[in-house]
Nanobody, 115 residues
Framework: QVQLVESGGGLVQAGGSLRLSCAAS????????MAWYRQAPEKQRELVAG???????KYADSVKGRFTISRDNAKNTVYLQMNSLKPEDTAVYYC?????????WGQGTQVTVSS
């Protein structure tokens, strides 16, 4: 089992920045990849960014060049640096991890970008 706890959400003006953190605990040695997803009201949950255990990354087209995903293996933490935020980035952001058998989710953290 893997437990994930997100932090760092909040209210920011358009053009501002936030950094989300996701601390993993439990059977962390089994994690293959981690990712950030988001879900806006009345919209489906979508992948924002992902990172493998080897450090390979991928991003949604809508955030390329603005968001950066990174991981600190010593702290068992994954980060999402979000710059040049737009009102359409407003959503609940979820951290996710997979170990090849199961997917694990955090409780989510709200990000609100005001225009």
């Amino acid at each position: 089992q893997v437990q994930l706890v997100e932090s760092g959400g909040g209210l920011v003006q358009a053009g501002g920045s936030l950094r989300l953190s996701c601390a993993a605990s439990g059977s962390i040695f089994s994690i293959n990849a981690m990712a950030w997803y988001r879900q806006a009201p009345e919209k489906q949950r979508e992948l924002v960014a992902g990172i493998t255990s080897g450090g390979s990354t991928k991003y949604a087209d809508s955030v390329k060049g603005r968001f950066t995903i990174s991981r600190d293996n010593a702290k068992n933490t994954v980060y999402l640096q979000m710059n040049s935020l737009k009102p359409e980035d407003t959503a609940v952001y979820y951290c996710a991890a997979e170990d090849g058998e199961e997917a694990y989710w955090g409780q989510g953290t709200q990000v609100t970008v005001s225009s």
